[in-house]
């Protein structure tokens, strides 16, 4: 087996272990021509539990010919989906070129091809990708602004849903935002005012609740996507029970896609964003409750009149199974999703040039008061209704907040202030 694939299994083996049975496996594995039938009868006379089996099998495995690790991949593509996400983080995939919102913008390719190389592995020919150049990702060194004047409540205790399973918020390691700004553009006249407040108001938020706080402001788009190669080859999501991810830039909708402006006036498409923590690809998530808040415009239309003065709007012209699981259950590619937009589809989202957008105040403001006892899902319908009551019947524009749940099933307290050691 090449040395690098000996070098992919060991690493993971721990993780590789979590996700895979033993009877099954090690049935597969013969199948497969991975090992024989006196390897597994020597694997059973020498360890007595299927852990201890499960474990020689692993150690075993990157000792196997120059067949082994083709095998291998396709036994696990199989039947084992997670096991082959885990073994295939590696492995470069063309993402293809994204069309931009108009002809006069460039056509962005998000990651930029790596340098490949071919390695015969006897069943087939497979691609390797070398590592991105040490990318160092550091946690938000400060400040921390309070310009909204919040006080975040905390919880007395863990809550609970009577009706529905909670995901698990009760450790320390509560969770990650990962906050992206492009404030400044390439024409003047599309540069962000107010959008250091909303970065000042987020942060301090997520602070208060608990979370670790990781922000980018003013990157292109090709340094995004290696920050997010970056999150999940080193791991880091792994320890964290949620992760809420944050855009703010310009948007706008074409051909009824959703695309978002960097300040090199790059525009690329949402999805291909979102789809870097689907499960296909973000085996650190799995299971694990996704927010993502999206406050830019869907599109140009304005909602109800015109816009007044000191009022900018955003848009483009501006898992694994448990330990000691048995089974093999296939899971969905997008799960424990939920986005969450600062307006509908083909509308407008406002920003006041010296406090921020509507939708972040709002937000803000909201889970301040109620994250101590509310679900995310309820606090953001009382966002919306807080945007209402609070510009409603100020301005000539109103916006209308909307929510996408892609099997979002289960009820997020974010328990702020709370721990379970």
Not at 229 to 258: D, P, R, S, W
Not at 376 to 393: A, I, L, P, Q, S
Request: some cysteine.
């Amino acid at each position: 087996m090449d040395p690098a694939h000996k070098e992919n299994i060991r690493a993971n083996t721990k993780r590789l272990l979590n996700v895979t049975d033993y009877e099954n496996f090690i049935r597969c594995c013969i199948k497969k021509e991975i090992i024989s039938n006196t390897m597994r009868e020597n694997i059973e006379n020498e360890w007595g539990n299927e852990t201890d089996r499960k474990q020689a099998l692993w150690e075993k495995i990157p000792k196997r010919g120059p067949k082994a690790y083709a095998r291998l991949l396709e036994l696990c593509s199989e039947n084992y989906p997670v096991a082959y996400t885990i073994l295939n983080k590696s492995t470069g995939k063309n993402l293809g070129q994204v069309a931009s919102v108009s002809q006069t913008r460039e056509v962005y390719t998000p990651l930029d091809e790596p340098d490949m190389k071919l390695v015969n592995d006897g069943a087939c020919l497979s691609m390797e990708k070398e590592l991105p150049s040490a990318i160092v990702l550091e946690t938000y060194p400060g400040p921390v602004i309070n310009h909204l004047n919040l006080t975040v409540k905390k919880s007395r205790k863990i809550h609970k849903n009577p009706k529905l399973n909670v995901y698990k918020m009760t450790s320390r390691n509560r969770g990650v935002l990962l906050l992206i700004n492009i404030i400044k553009f390439r024409k003047a006249e599309l540069n962000r005012r107010g959008a250091d407040n909303d970065r000042d108001n987020l942060i301090y938020l997520f602070t208060e609740l608990g979370f670790t706080i990781y922000y980018y402001e003013d990157i292109e788009p090709k340094k995004l996507f290696r920050y997010l190669e970056a999150f999940q080859m080193q791991a880091i999501l792994e320890k964290y029970e949620c992760f809420v991810f944050g855009i703010m830039t310009h948007g706008n909708i074409e051909n009824h896609q959703t695309y978002v402006e960097f300040g090199n006036g790059q525009t690329i498409p949402l999805d291909s964003i979102l789809e870097q923590f689907y499960n296909d690809k973000c085996y650190s998530l799995i299971r694990k409750p996704k927010i993502f808040l999206l406050p830019f415009c869907r599109g140009n239309h304005p909602d109800l009149g015109v816009f007044v003065q000191n009022i900018q709007h955003d848009g483009s012209l501006m898992i694994p199974s448990e330990a000691g699981q048995s089974s093999v259950r296939k899971i969905t590619t997008k799960s424990d999703i939920l986005i969450c937009y600062a307006t509908v589809k083909g509308y407008e989202s406002h920003r006041h040039r010296d406090t921020g957008s509507w939708y972040i105040q709002a937000l803000c403001q909201v889970w301040a008061e109620n994250a101590h006892d509310t679900d995310v899902e309820t606090m953001m319908k009382m966002v919306d209704t807080k945007m209402r009551e609070e510009w409603g019947n100020t301005t000539h524009t109103v916006q209308t907040a909307s929510m996408e749940n892609l099997g979002f099933n289960d009820a997020l307290f974010l328990n702020p202030g709370f721990y379970e050691e």
